[in-house]
């Protein structure tokens, strides 16, 4: 490979790009896969798969994956014979491909993992598949079908067009004229247009008018339908549209082929004709309208960008928040102390900086931001993969797949959510015949809902399947000494579930081929915390089981909630913060050595920060007058604080490798005024006041 | 200052070629990501090398080499084909269709600089 930046470009271009064939391949797959189910082939959805794989191949060879090669050059062979005809479409065919494809994801992102697949077996088992059919009659020789035509169509392209005939389908030529700037969008157009009862074969350009604003297209598409039918969907009365006719014209089939219009007459070219309407017809270009109206050029409009670019973007503009803070508190001395108009003219502009200020971290925000299809993608191959395993039917229902989150997130969210999906189908979907035995449909059903709710987004994973018993729960922690006899039955139904999320408590059976690293729960629970999320469980015997995932939209800029503890300054993200009050001193009560406040009606367990992070009292006898109420989750808290101050967008830094394991701090940030504030981590100081472990958090040395 | 144009959907490839082309000599490389993006600059531009990947969607290879060997701007423009092993029957009506020479992925710097001083040639002794 070349090497300097334009070699480590390409490198990169690499990376992303196959990491998006493999998303796209999978996505293919399913959509066999569901086709197949109901009887149809998509052969166009097979080539999709072929040019990916084909794609692949090609690329991993030049940039040194020589594995991920020899595993897509298997893949590429079995498809080839597929989208040829050699071999017929089956369920059997289709578990091969979602294994290669499987293995594909496991040999880009670990290029020198031997074991990551096992070619030799994959590759007999593709070979055992491949049988392949006897050579039929050229039926391409019974049509009147222009050669120098028949010579520009691919392998693949002259198949379909051969099987089309075969089948009994009219074939069409098409020829259209298109203006060149739009030709993308204008073709999208007719794509669409026909989808429904046409496959369109191949794509034709002619040769007249070089040089000209627009290009005559020649198509050759197969349908069902008659002309009348065809003409009338694909709207554009000055395109011309004739059949491929049969070489004997007594031969009665097919029946709508035999009129052919004289436009089309006309312009035909014979064989003798090099290829294609050669001729510069002036009646052709008289009657072209090109498609003016549409602008949009669809296939240029995407940049691929590297985050880390984003992410020095977003550090960029959240240095200029800082300065704009700064900038801010200039504008109110000079308010007050300069003449009027100097102190409003400041005030003004620095108003309009403060608003377009917004809109830039908008802009690179919602850059950021991806729907979670492209995870809910993830969780179908998966889905389906388990399931295969353990024998068991299961329909995925997804809701709020266009849901977007920052890319960082669903990137971080892609192994908690499998750990989640393939516990589903372990332990909570009963095997089939059971299933039929407690009254339930034989296919289970697990829903995947997302939404948002203000800053946050919700995932919701639901299964029907036998749900948790809080008893063998308990059973199992005492079992494991996780937690004494005594402490397990103090546990409401609740906090029991909530067991599988501890560590140490997943079975051994979730030593899995998914993940092959036997991690459970626990690492779910782990990984969403530190995303700033929260994870809760439901679940009612016999019914099923849903987990809801709760998380930030994004972790890179927020608003926050700046108070202060002992003189010193923290903040909260403000997406937390439910309510912020004064506290009712006469309110306070003890319960079960915890303090508690009541609040309309409601007990509110509280936490003095100061005791939490062993803050030194430096000046002596403060009061925490206020109470600030959090909410992660299902989970309250109410923070008890000395003093207000405000809120502003921060943007949250890492406090450096010594400190990352600081809990209940999720990283710091500088107000512009050379102040540094620690950013409080509300789902972790929540979990470590609920469940009252008894080491506190050690903050001496932190600020 | 030699111009080509690279018409292949693959960025990836495209990035690949264009590194490979510019650590060889000085080059001026253009790049076209699909049959149509070709359409486009073919008439409005001249190039002294084109490198055409077959397998591409809506209109593929074979279809633009049919068309490049019919234009007047390019007729006789060196022209290299980029495909695998797996399409030989496609390769050798390329060939026919008036492509000068082919590479199959995947391949070495080395191995693109021969084949584009080969077609080169080709294309010299074909005039």
């Known amino acids: 490979m070349a090497q300097g930046k334009d070699g480590d470009r390409a490198r990169e271009e690499f990376l992303a790009e196959s990491q998006e064939l493999i998303e796209t391949l999978s996505r293919d797959l399913l959509l066999l896969d569901s086709a197949l189910k109901l009887g149809h082939r998509n052969p166009e959805t097979v080539n999709d798969l072929f040019r990916g794989v084909h794609t692949l191949k090609g690329l991993s060879g030049m940039f040194g994956f020589d594995a991920l090669g020899r595993m897509s050059h298997v893949l590429e062979d079995l498809l080839e014979n597929l989208r040829l005809g050699r071999i017929e479409m ?82 069409f030529r098409l020829r259209v004229r298109l203006a060149l700037d739009v030709i993308d969008t204008a073709l999208d157009q007719l794509k669409e247009r026909v989808k429904n009862f046409a496959e369109i074969i191949t794509y034709l350009p002619s040769m007249d008018g070089g040089g000209g604003d627009s290009i005559e297209i020649e198509m050759l598409l197969a349908t069902k339908k008659p002309e009348s039918e065809l003409r009338a969907a694909l709207n554009r009365p000055e395109a011309s549209l004739s059949a491929v006719l049969r070489r004997r014209l007594a031969d009665p089939q097919p029946s709508a082929a035999t009129k052919q219009s004289p436009v089309a007459q006309a312009a035909a ?30 296939l240029t409009s995407v940049v691929r960008v590297d985050i880390r670019k984003l992410d020095h973007l977003m550090n960029v503009v959240g240095e200029l928040g ?67 395993e353990q024998r068991k039917e299961v329909r995925l229902v997804i809701t709020g797949a266009e849901t977007e989150v920052d890319k960082l997130i669903a990137e971080e969210l892609a192994d908690p959510m499998m750990h989640i999906v393939r516990n589903a189908v372990d332990h909570g979907i009963e ?33 029907d399947g036998r749900g948790i018993d809080p008893h063998v729960i308990r059973e199992a922690a005492v079992r494991k000494g996780l937690l004494t006899e005594q402490a397990a039955g103090d546990l409401s139904r609740e906090e029991l579930l909530n067991v599988i999320f501890m560590p140490g408590f997943s079975t051994a059976r979730a030593v899995t081929d ?20 929260a994870v809760d469980i439901e679940s009612e015997i016999s019914v099923g089981t849903k987990v809801t995932i709760t ?3 994004t972790l890179a800029i927020i608003s926050a909630l700046l ?22 001193g006469t309110a306070l009560r003890n319960v079960d050595g915890r303090e508690v406040v009541t609040l309309r009606g409601t007990t509110l367990p509280l ?22 109420v959090i909410t992660v989750g299902n989970r309250r808290l109410g923070l008890c604080v000395e003093r207000l101050c405000g809120q502003q967008d921060i943007v949250i830094k890492g406090l450096g490798r010594s400190l990352t394991q600081v809990q209940g701090i999720s990283g710091a940030t500088d107000l512009g005024d050379q102040q540094l504030v620690l950013v409080l981590d509300a789902a972790s100081i929540i979990e470590e006041v609920l469940l009252a472990r008894a080491n506190p958090l050690v903050l001496g040395a932190a600020s | 200052m030699q111009r080509v144009l690279i018409i292949d959907d693959s960025s990836a490839t495209r990035a690949y070629i264009r590194a490979a082309l510019e650590s060889m000599s000085e080059m001026q490389v253009s790049e076209a990501a699909s049959g149509f993006d070709a359409l486009r600059v073919l008439p409005r531009e001249r190039f002294d090398l084109l490198i055409v990947d077959i397998n591409m969607p809506n209109i593929n290879g074979l279809e633009l080499i049919s068309f490049i060997r019919r234009s007047e701007t390019h007729r006789e423009t060196p022209l290299l084909i980029i495909s695998t092993e797996a399409s030989e029957r496609d390769r050798s009506r390329a060939m026919t269709l008036g492509a000068n020479g082919y590479l199959a992925k995947p391949f070495t710097v080395e191995a693109l600089a021969a084949a584009i001083s080969g077609v080169s040639k080709a294309s010299g002794e074909g005039a």
């Open chain 1, 90 to 171: 089956s369920q059997q065919v289709l578990d091969v491909l979602f294994e290669g494809v499987e293995s594909f994801q496991r040999l880009l992102s670990e290029p020198g993992d031997a074991a990551a697949c096992d070619l030799e077996s994959f590759t007999e088992r593709v070979h055992s598949l491949a049988r392949a059919k006897s050579a039929t009659h050229n039926v391409l020789s019974d049509y009147e079908l222009d050669p120098n035509m028949l010579g520009v169509l691919t392998e693949y392209e002259e198949h379909r067009l051969r099987t089309n005939l075969e089948q009994g389908l009219t074939v």
């Open chain 1, 269 to 298: 070219p014979t064989a003798a004709t090099p290829s294609l309407p050669v001729r510069s017809d002036q009646s052709l270009v008289k009657r072209a309208t090109p498609d003016v109206e549409v602008s949009l050029r669809s």
């Open chain 1, 322 to 388: 800082t300065v704009r803070a700064a900038l801010a508190r200039l504008v109110e001395r000079l308010r007050a102390g300069a003449p009027h108009a100097l102190g409003s003219e400041a005030h003004r502009i620095h108003r309009a900086f403060q608003r377009h200020l917004a809109e830039v971290q908008d802009g690179v925000l919602d850059i950021r931001m991806v729907p979670l299809s492209q995870l809910f993608d993830k969780v179908a191959v998966i889905l389906r993969q388990v399931a295969r």
């Open chain 1, 431 to 463: 095997p089939t015949d059971l299933r039929g035995q407690v009254g339930k449909s034989v296919a289970a059903t697990l829903t995947v809902n997302a939404y948002q709710k203000g800053n946050h987004v919700v995932i919701e994973l639901s299964d």
């Open chain 1, 514 to 533: 998914i993940s092959g690293r036997g991690v459970g729960m626990d690492v779910v629970k782990t990984n969403i915390t530190r995303l700033g999320g």
């Open chain 1, 551 to 553: 998380l930030p939209i």
């Open chain 1, 563 to 584: 108070f202060e503890v002992r003189g010193r300054l923290f903040a909260i993200p403000l997406a937390v913060v439910q309510e912020a009050l004064r506290l009712p």
């Open chain 1, 607 to 628: 936490c003095r920060l100061a005791q939490l992070f062993r803050l030194q009292d430096t000046r002596q006898a403060a009061h925490e007058n206020f109470v600030i």
